[in-house]
């Protein structure tokens, strides 16, 4: 089975040589299929393990910073609004903790909802309370007690992101 981290690495290659070879647009196809890519191998690696690892979330960070450089975004105002996103998480998350006396959304979720942030701005809000209805819903219908909140993170953001 092939690692994700060879998907990432090969794509951030083919994107480097593509700025080399100076092809407009080339670059920044090839860092949003890999921010793809990457969102892909978490919300499966999720599923499978109920776990986000950090060398994919921060591969993730990474490609969502390249990205909104070559988007020419201000890239400070990106990542304070994403350490403001998790600070407010964090805090929600241990304020629930404390309630229910079991945590309710794991760090990787947190980490995972930070990041997309950076993308999405001001539907934050949005991403977290749809994918909550979401994980709900389908827990329901599927009589299912617990399962992983990464899969129902990505696939609102698709929504979101992409307008659907």
């Not at 499966?44 to 909104?68: A, K, Q, R, T």
Request: negative net charge; contains cysteine; glycine residues 4%.
């Amino acid at each position: 089975m092939i690692d994700s981290a060879y998907i990432i690495i090969s794509a951030l290659l083919i994107a480097t040589l593509s700025a080399l070879l100076k092809t407009p647009g080339l670059p920044g196809v090839f860092f949003v299929l890999s921010f793809l890519l990457v969102l892909l191998a978490l919300a499966l690696y999720d599923e499978c393990y109920l776990h986000l690892p950090n060398h994919l979330l921060v591969c993730l960070l990474l490609l969502s910073c390249i990205i909104v450089m070559y988007e020419d975004k201000p890239l400070l105002e990106a990542l304070l609004f994403a350490a403001l996103s998790f600070v407010t998480l964090l805090s929600v998350s241990f304020i629930a903790q404390l309630i229910s006396r079991e945590a309710k959304i794991g760090m990787g979720d947190i980490k995972l909802l930070s990041i997309l942030a950076i993308s999405l701005k001001e539907d934050l809000l949005i991403l977290f309370i749809l994918s909550c209805i979401l994980f709900v819903c389908v827990n329901l219908l599927l009589h299912r007690s617990s399962s992983a909140f990464g899969p129902y993170i990505v696939i609102c953001w698709f929504i979101i992101y992409l307008g659907i």
